[in-house]
């Protein structure tokens, strides 16, 4: 099948395609269009504004490119080291629903459309472009919590469970599509909420590639629609952040997250041979390159 996958420019986005790309690569043609952003302006509370820099800025804009310009690769690979997979290089897509947007996706010449964590809503058009329809994987539970964040809503809650959810995108409404799939876990409360982000997606990305090879069979996907209409979250407030953090949760334990950048970079030997700059992922250290990135 032709796959067009649609995503967001971020750590998580970056992890799960690291998990279904190679899977998918030998049977199935690619093509990905990345999001720079999820909705609005999420990084004007200041909590927020960390985990942004976590989440993008910290890859984005320093470890990735410094890996790309040296043309070097980890365990975990930079988007840009997704070329090997793909029938082009990935491109940018922020505005899917205009005519130059339309027109991108239908070069891709979809069968199907995945789309993970990809920051903007599809509106019937582009709903309507390959044949064998619009699967998205949520990260959280539905219909109990649509729209952003979901695990962080889980955990304000004290749920005692984190789920993702894999649906079809039927029309521009938000998280409402008939459901293929709910996978659910134990909630870790010792887990920072990175960490639990990032565990759900080897289980939502198995279902992606359940799903695909289905299709693929001309198997019936089968499907049904949540019950209820369950609740649609928005970016936290900062009083909500406040009460997070009372609770005695962490936006990211620094140690386990340096330990997932550190699978992006090429074993230490190499790094000495290539003379490659090491970004210090230390805590003190991220929070220095958090500190100067806030500097005009």
Avoid at 77 to 93: G, I, K, N, V, Y
Avoid at 188 to 194: A, E, F, K, S, T
Avoid at 227 to 256: K, M, N, V
Wanted: proline fraction near 5%; hydrophobic fraction near 40%; charge should be negative.
């Amino acid at each position: 099948m032709h796959i067009t996958l649609l995503a967001n420019r971020d750590l998580h986005s970056n992890y799960a395609l690291n998990l279904l790309l190679p899977r998918l690569a030998n049977d199935h043609s690619l093509t990905l269009f990345l999001s720079d952003t999820v909705g609005g302006d999420s990084s004007r509370q200041p909590d927020l504004h960390w985990l942004q820099f976590l989440e993008q800025t910290l890859c984005n804009d320093l470890l990735f490119p410094t890996l790309d310009r040296a043309g070097v690769t980890g365990e975990l690979l930079t988007f840009s080291a997704f070329e090997t997979f793909l029938e082009q290089p990935w491109a940018r897509l922020n505005d899917p629903n205009s005519e130059t947007g339309l027109a991108a996706l239908a070069a891709s010449n979809p069968d199907l459309l995945i789309s993970l964590r990809y920051g903007r809503i599809l509106q019937p058009t582009a709903i309507r472009l390959p044949s064998r329809g619009v699967l998205n994987l949520h990260s959280g539970r539905l219909p109990q919590y649509r729209g952003v964040m979901a695990t962080f809503r889980a955990m304000l809650a004290g749920d005692t469970l984190l789920g993702t959810t894999l649906h079809w995108i039927d029309d521009a409404s938000i998280d409402t599509g008939r459901i293929v799939n709910t996978h659910s876990e134990a909630l870790d409360p010792q887990r920072c909420y990175l960490s639990n982000v990032l565990s759900l997606y080897k289980p939502g990305c198995r279902a992606i590639i359940d799903a695909i090879h289905a299709l693929s069979a001309d198997e019936d996907l089968k499907s049904h629609q949540a019950t209820g209409a369950g609740d649609y979250f928005s970016f936290p407030s900062a009083s909500e952040c406040q009460a997070f953090r009372a609770a005695g949760y962490i936006w990211a334990d620094l140690a386990h997250f340096a330990t997932i950048l550190q699978r992006y970079h090429p074993p230490a030997e190499a790094t000495v041979q290539l003379d490659l700059p090491w970004i210090d992922f230390s805590e003190d250290g991220l929070l220095t390159l958090y500190r100067t990135a806030l500097q005009p």
